[in-house]
């Protein structure tokens, strides 16, 4: 019977030496307001949250130690904290006040060019003698269809209707279609409907 409970005291002693802590905290910015989905990390056990709703975050299983903890979000300062988790503790709290920081860009400029006959891709341009010459009263898939890479499809078989056209595979909401520089895709679906 001693035995038994000498090896129940001692299974309660490890445990109890080994048992990892819960860390848990939270996170506010100047004004106090809740940081949500701000980054939290201890680098030296490779173990991290995020901030829910409230700013709060937990980490599980963090064995006894000093650590230095690391908060990140975007349009904030880094800050880092250093804490020590005693052994046998059940939790540690920590509290985060963040910093604003203003994100400055440089110019973006965006470009777009035409493919010229230099470039190696492969491309097809429709004058208007061309599409003169296919036109036969059927919607403008059916005038395409010709075009190399180009796919297209008719409900009713004959090019009348519900057609549609895929080029290289892609969808209709990821063709962009205008006529003389304007876009006929629709605003919502992004399709164009002939």
């Keep these: 019977m001693k035995k038994l409970l000498a090896g129940w005291i001692s299974l309660l002693f490890a445990t109890s030496l080994f048992a990892q802590t ?9 004004d106090g307001q809740p940081v949500i989905g701000a980054n939290v990390y201890l680098k030296a ?3 991290g949250g995020i901030t829910d709703e409230k700013g709060q975050f937990q980490i599980k299983d963090v064995p006894a130690g000093t650590y230095n903890v690391s908060i990140s979000h975007v349009g904030y300062k880094t800050a880092t904290q250093s804490f020590q988790i005693q052994t046998g503790a059940s939790q540690q709290t920590i509290e985060f006040q963040l910093e604003k920081q203003t994100l400055e860009l440089d110019e973006l400029v965006v470009k777009a060019t035409r493919v010229g006959e230099k470039v190696p891709i492969t491309s097809s341009s429709l004058d208007k003698e061309a599409i003169e010459a296919r036109n036969l009263g059927q919607d ?3 005038i395409l269809r010709w075009t190399p890479s180009a796919v297209v499809t008719s409900d009713a ?10 080029i290289r595979g ?5 063709i962009n279609v205008t006529i003389n520089g304007i876009p006929l895709n629709d605003t919502e679906s992004q399709g164009v409907f002939w």
């Design 170 to 174: 892609s969808d209709p909401t990821r």
């Design 22 to 30: 819960a860390v848990r905290g939270s996170i506010i910015d100047r």
């Design 157 to 166: 078989g004959t090019g009348i209707g519900y057609t549609g056209i895929r």
């Design 45 to 47: 056990i490779r173990k």
């Design 140 to 142: 403008v898939p059916f």
